[in-house]
């Protein structure tokens, strides 16, 4: 298969000294995908930056507005977990728009599919705020650009990353034009995703939250893509797949307390691509969003890579939690409440 993927060293002038969401991320995983050779099996695409209007369809124009007139002045935060430099305007923009060029590509047969390694994240912004280390929903921005410049009808959002997307859900949550499932680690931040969170006017039963207990492994995370991910995508038939690929759910993050490791983040891309094949010609896009450390954010982005090729994975370089899963007869129980919850019984 052709994968394409998406980067830019404007994506590193982004940064606040001590901050987690750093561009030591970003050089991690390029430093990773050199020393493999993934990188050199891949097509790069170079991003744009996306415009205004594009930005605006996800976002309300006096959000885009606050953005620039704080990076206008040279930057700050807009609040305790998030900043802005001189350089994150066009960072963020372009960030937007390399969502928007990989849809193009995979949309017009380009490529087969596409991951874009782009800071800032985005799955925290709304429809009116930055928030938790985002500035502008990149996916979101995608998902819209794919419908309105692609006549699509149906795109389904999967959130991986260990915090709820609370931006992208509240950005589709009445339309039923996205369906958007999450899984998170709950309690955590920001606080929201909880499974009744359905969605609302027309788009009731299009937003599918699956918050999940500390030290979920590898098998309830599979549980969870198989036994609810899939029946409600084969029922959704979706035209197009945007992935918000978090890597803080692995056991390592200092940021959570999830249990996946390396080959469960290979395993969950394996089964995003073949649920791409089945309903939507292959047609799927990764973005990156979260994981904070620095060895298995890059072996995880790697695991994925090979997934998106179509290649064979390799032995798990990090090894298992040396914390115990949460019980798997308590999480295949919730996976059948969640399954009535969504009409799937």
């Given at each position: ?10 994506f ?24 493999t ?12 930056p ?15 507005a ?6 206008a002045?040279?930057?700050g935060?807009?609040?305790?977990d998030t ?18 060029r ?8 380009e ?13 925290h ?11 502008f ?9 794919a419908?309105?410049?692609h006549?699509?009808?149906?795109v ?10 609370n ?19 709950s309690?955590h931040?920001?606080?929201t ?6 969605g ?22 599979r ?51 073949a649920l791409a094949?089945?309903l939507?010609?292959?047609r ?6 979260g994981g904070?450390?620095?060895p ?33 007869d ?12 969504h009409?799937?019984v």
């Amino acid at each position: 298969m052709t994968t394409a993927y998406l980067y830019s060293p404007v994506f590193l002038e982004h940064q606040e000294p001590g901050h987690p969401e750093s561009p030591e991320r970003l050089r991690a995983i390029v430093q990773m995908l050199d020393e493999t050779g993934l990188r050199a099996r891949m097509t790069p695409l170079d991003p744009v930056p996306a415009t205004d209007a594009q930005i605006e369809a996800a976002h309300a124009r006096e959000h885009l507005a606050r953005v620039k007139q704080l990076i206008a002045r040279g930057g700050g935060h807009f609040d305790a977990d998030t900043y802005a430099n001189a350089r994150s305007l066009d960072a963020a923009l372009l960030a937007a728009g390399a969502l928007t060029r990989a849809v193009d590509a995979v949309i017009a047969g380009e490529v087969d599919n596409a991951f874009a390694f782009v800071r800032p994240p985005g799955h925290h912004a709304t429809r009116t705020r930055a928030m938790g280390f985002c500035l502008f929903n990149n996916v979101a921005i995608a998902a819209h650009h794919a419908l309105s410049a692609h006549k699509l009808e149906r795109v389904l959002i999967v959130d991986y990353d260990v915090h709820h997307g609370n931006g992208t859900q509240d950005i589709f949550y009445d339309s039923s034009r996205v369906l958007y499932f999450s899984t998170h680690q709950s309690p955590h931040y920001p606080g929201t995703g909880d499974w009744r969170d359905i969605g609302a006017g027309e788009g009731i039963g299009f937003t599918a939250n699956v918050p999940l207990p500390a030290r979920v492994g590898d098998d309830g995370f599979r549980r969870v893509f198989d036994d609810l991910l899939y029946p409600l995508a084969e029922r959704y038939r979706p035209q197009l797949i945007l992935v918000s690929a978090g890597y803080d759910a692995h056991w390592s993050d200092p940021l959570a307390l999830e249990n996946l490791t390396i080959a469960g983040y290979g395993a969950l891309a394996r089964t995003l691509v073949a649920l791409a094949r089945e309903l939507c010609a292959g047609r799927i896009v990764f973005t990156l969003e979260g994981g904070y450390n620095l060895p298995a954010l890059a072996h995880g982005v790697a695991a994925t890579c090979r997934a998106l090729l179509g290649e064979p994975a390799i032995a798990d370089p990090l090894g298992a939690s040396p914390r115990e899963d949460y019980d798997a007869d308590d999480i295949r129980a919730y996976i059948e409440h969640l399954k009535g919850v969504h009409r799937l019984v």
